[in-house]
């Protein structure tokens, strides 16, 4: 069972409590923009085997959005943030350096 | 290669069975290729098999990283159907189904397809008029499906409470031509026929790099070395994201992991395979007994060919209320597979921003019942160069253009 920890009402809750809400910090587009730069908001995703940043609701507490870094092969969770943030907090950044050294770092 | 059939058995049981070859070589990989298949699953086996009979391409390598057929091919429900809505679904779906009907003989290998017949349950009002659009759509089509009442769908499977107090059985989409086959002699059946063609399966050699030449692919780089080609085709499902960044471009699809399990083996009690999507599950029984459960997948990206235990105990749950006298079994075993799933939830045959470079993914939860229709499409592309009919409506450029084909809100969750 997945657990992580909700920046917004500090519980540590299941993901039975949870809503997964795709990759994150995405930029979103609106009226005006290109095809290509919708394709790319809507559909094309990083898709990693390993780092991925990404949203979670906490649907069934408090019911705010948050973001968290997590592996997808391992499952490790190495933090998660508040959901008003357009890049990962240094700490987790440096987490991720010490325990990936080979990820590839913040795009 | 020796052809199996009832006078070989015969030959080798008078000879205590030393007779017996080799179903595919494992040959060192040579320098270049044609073609090189990236992925021995079901599609990559099939992509091949048709590059060879039907455009007579033969000098192609399957490369694997791990075994063959040990991905998806090999952890899937077996379910074959191709009830579809839209027309190109159905089209690539049908073609895949009577491509099964047939293929045992023509691979001279005995994939046990079982056209036992398939039921999608209807267990809301919406769904019953789902379906029952399915069926016309399906008679426009030419695949032959009905849309059946209560009473026939407690005929053909007894043991089902069609009379449950959350969601009664309220009719059905019937495909009688619909059934199951066994998963690893698909893969196996294709990679002894490729094999017999003079293609080199690879297994345990792990694609690195993608190498190219001013925006064209040149060849991989592999754990056995580097091997050159002259087209590229990319066919490992749930890895997609990660072999596509190797090449260089981004796909709409995000991966996850979907279960299964199967109970004990018990004597025969259901021999139709059945769906019910509004409840995430889906039951049939194997040759050997057991009852065969699959249901929803994880929420959120992962890798894990695990899957969370949350969703069995859901899958489960809804499946009893269906099928009372499974309560009492036992499971066996459990597993998952990662399974590729794209932003309208159909797959993909298409040509890729990097030149003589094919993919094929998407296949998401569904793609067992697809694999010879696929490998057929897949075929004609790579040795083409351009979509045929069947993959036509498949591109990559349907996300920008908008142009989905949208089966996800139509037939429901479960492929």
């Not at chain 2, 040990?70 to 190109?88: V, W």
């Not at chain 2, 019910?276 to 929420?299: C, L, P, R």
């Amino acid at each position: 069972m997945l657990l992580l920890n909700c920046p917004c009402c500090g519980v540590d809750a299941d993901e039975t409590e949870l809503a997964a809400g795709g990759e994150a910090h995405l930029k979103r587009e609106t009226v005006g923009a290109e095809d290509e730069a919708f394709e790319a908001y809507l559909f094309m995703r990083d898709n990693p085997r390993g780092v991925h940043f990404e949203r979670w609701r906490h649907a069934y507490g408090c019911g705010k959005w948050f973001l968290a870094a997590r592996d997808t092969v391992t499952l490790e969770v190495f933090g998660t943030y508040p959901a008003q943030t357009k890049k990962p907090p240094k700490a987790i950044e440096n987490a991720l350096k010490k325990k990936r050294p080979d990820w590839k770092g913040w795009a | 290669m020796k052809r199996y059939s009832a006078f070989a058995i015969a030959r080798e049981a008078a000879r205590y069975h030393t007779g017996w070859e080799r179903a595919w070589r494992s040959p060192e990989p040579k320098t270049h290729y044609d073609v090189i298949i990236i992925g021995a699953g079901g599609h990559g086996l099939a992509t091949a098999y048709y590059l060879g009979k039907n455009h007579g391409i033969r000098n192609v390598a399957i490369i694997e990283k791990g075994w063959l057929g040990g991905g998806n091919t090999g952890r899937n429900t077996t379910i074959i159907r191709s009830n579809y809505l839209q027309d190109p679904s159905a089209a690539i779906y049908e073609k895949s189904r009577s491509l099964y009907e047939t293929l045992s003989q023509d691979l001279n290998y005995n994939i046990m397809f079982s056209p036992r017949g398939l039921i999608m349950l209807a267990q809301t009002h919406h769904e019953v008029r789902g379906y029952q659009r399915t069926a016309y759509a399906n008679a426009l089509q030419g695949v032959k499906t009905e849309f059946i009442s209560p009473a026939r769908v407690k005929q053909l499977v007894p043991i089902m409470d069609i009379s449950g107090p959350r969601y009664p059985v309220l009719g059905g989409l019937y495909q009688a031509r619909g059934g199951t086959a066994r998963h690893d002699a698909v893969a196996w059946g294709y990679a002894r026929a490729c094999s017999d063609m003079g293609m080199d399966v690879l297994q345990k050699t792990e694609v690195t790099a993608v190498r190219s030449e001013g925006g064209t692919v040149t060849g991989v780089e592999t754990s056995r070395g580097i091997i050159g080609c002259k087209k590229l085709s990319i066919v490992v499902a749930g890895h997609s994201g990660h072999v596509a960044e190797m090449a260089g471009f981004r796909l709409p699809i995000e991966s996850v992991a979907l279960q299964a399990l199967v109970s004990e083996p018990i004597k025969p009690c259901m021999d139709v395979v059945v769906m019910a999507n509004t409840v995430h599950g889906y039951m049939s029984q194997s040759d050997k007994g057991e009852m065969v459960i699959g249901g929803g997948t994880d929420g959120y990206n992962n890798y894990t060919q695990r899957g969370s235990f949350h969703h069995i105990e859901e899958t489960v749950r809804a499946l009893i209320e269906t099928f009372p006298m499974i309560s009492r079994l036992k499971m066996l075993r459990q597993w998952g597979g990662i399974v590729d799933i794209t932003g309208d939830r159909s797959p993909i045959l298409s040509k890729t921003p990097l030149g003589n470079c094919f993919i094929n993914a998407g296949w998401g939860t569904g793609g067992f019942k697809a694999i010879p229709g696929s490998g057929w499409a897949m075929a004609e592309l790579v040795a083409k160069g351009e979509p045929g009919p069947l993959a036509a409506a498949f591109g990559l450029d349907r996300f920008r253009e908008g142009r989905f084909i949208d089966e996800s809100v139509a037939a429901g969750v479960a492929h």
